[in-house]
């Protein structure tokens, strides 16, 4: 007899409105996002009520997010990625890429490869970072 183990249900994150995050996070998140739309022009990035996008310059898709995480604050759907209150960056990856990938809300199967903001990190070397990721999809 062989026993299968289902996989783990993909995470995804619904996050809350931004105005529910703590002033120093969301400030934090929206002034990384001010120096990213230079980079991306007005119809490479967008504010949305929870999150900010960045997309492709290739397509329509969303190529990188900034997300705000704070515990009590949205939905983590599937396995608990145990984060820490902040700031993520994540860029999107293909749907089978290995290693810890999310998904957010309302488009649950896009996957991202993400990490958090550093306190200390250089916002516009981050800016350059995201909008060069944007461009190469």
């Known amino acids: ?7 783990l249900p993909a995470t995804s994150y619904q996050t809350a409105p931004l105005l529910d995050y703590a002033a120093p996070l969301r400030e934090r ?17 967008r ?9 492709a310059q290739s397509s329509d898709a969303t190529a990188a997010k900034i997300v705000v995480y704070q515990e009590g604050k949205g939905k983590i759907n599937g396995t608990d990625p145990l984060l820490e209150d902040g700031v993520y960056v994540l860029i999107r990856v293909p749907s089978n890429a290995a290693g810890r990938t999310i998904g957010v809300a309302p488009k649950h199967d896009e996957r991202f490869a993400y990490f958090r903001l550093a306190p ?6 981050m800016a350059d970072f995201i909008a060069t990721a944007a461009r190469a999809q």
């Open 1 to 7: 007899m062989r026993f299968e183990v289902p996989p």
């Open 29 to 45: 998140a929206a002034e990384l996002f001010r120096r990213v739309y230079p980079r991306t022009g007005p119809t490479g990035s």
């Open 47 to 55: 504010e949305y009520k929870g999150s900010f996008s960045i997309f």
């Open 120 to 125: 200390d990190q250089n916002l516009d070397q």
